[in-house]
């Protein structure tokens, strides 16, 4: 997501502590047959239903398995339990990044390095794609569905707000967001690989409204416990500290692949790997990681 630079990595964090907060304080239950509440997700191993679980050989929901005025499960971590933890990255593109790329004044915002560090190294990661970028970069979504270890996941189709205030984003009207969601699916879908049904908000800004919205479409909302600021950073260094002071068994890690939004992610991966490596834990991808 592109993020006013000014904005500092505090205020980030507290962002989205609130949009995590926000939703855990409106929403009594989101889960149906559950016994676990919306506040789970914190402490506990995220609950979900049945059509939901994920794991490595079915991925999580098909469209149409939540019922009607359920709102879909909401996660920001796996079980505590094991060394499992899930690097993701998300692939943001909006129409203003777009003019930025057609006029030459941004070169990238791909970051093949990081994906050739993953090849290389064989990590397992998940990456959380716009219907745009894909378009922008369809060879390197192919590169990405076509590896193993890499799992494809939605970030909606233009990277706009699906709340008021969420950042600097344009919001996208509320007729609109299944569809946008649905649409960035089937974009997705095309290019095969280990495809899932999980969905991360931009900015990670979700409310009841926004969440109702996903609710047809069979999804998981994924959050993430461990917020890297990558998009702050102007070295690699706090990207580092930020992930390996938060990351325990189950993280899920918030990194970006937008080079041009975030240019120190490629220098801070190796040092998150070895980090991660020195405290025994084990990057898996996201349906490994939920489902512990
Ligand atoms: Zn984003």
Known sequence: MRLPSAVPGLLAAAAVLLAACGVEADEPVFVAASTTSAAAPATTAPSAPPSASPSPTAPPGRPGQTKPGLLPPVVDHGPRTGNLVALTFDADM????????????????????????????????????????VQRYPELTAR????????????????????????????????????????????????????????????????????????????????GDVVSGDPFATSWKPIVNAVLKKVKPGSVVILHVTEANARFTDEALPHILRGLAERGLQPATLSEVLAG
């Open 94 to 133: 909006t129409d203003r990044m777009l003019a930025q790329l057609d006029k030459g004044s941004v070169t990238s915002y791909a970051n093949v390095r990081i994906i050739e560090m993953l090849e290389r190294d064989q990590v397992p990661a998940t990456f959380f794609l716009t219907g745009k970028w």
């Open 144 to 223: 990405l569905a076509g590896n193993p270890r890499f799992e494809l996941a939605n970030h909606t189709f233009g990277h706009q707000a699906f709340t008021a205030g969420c950042y600097d984003l344009p919001r996208i009207p509320s007729a609109a967001m299944t569809e946008d969601v649905a649409k960035t699916f089937k974009i997705i879908e095309r290019y095969g690989g280990r495809q899932t049904r999980y969905f991360r908000f931009p900015g990670l800004c979700h409310d009841r409204a926004a969440l109702r919205a996903m609710a047809p479409l069979g999804l998981t909302v994924v959050d």
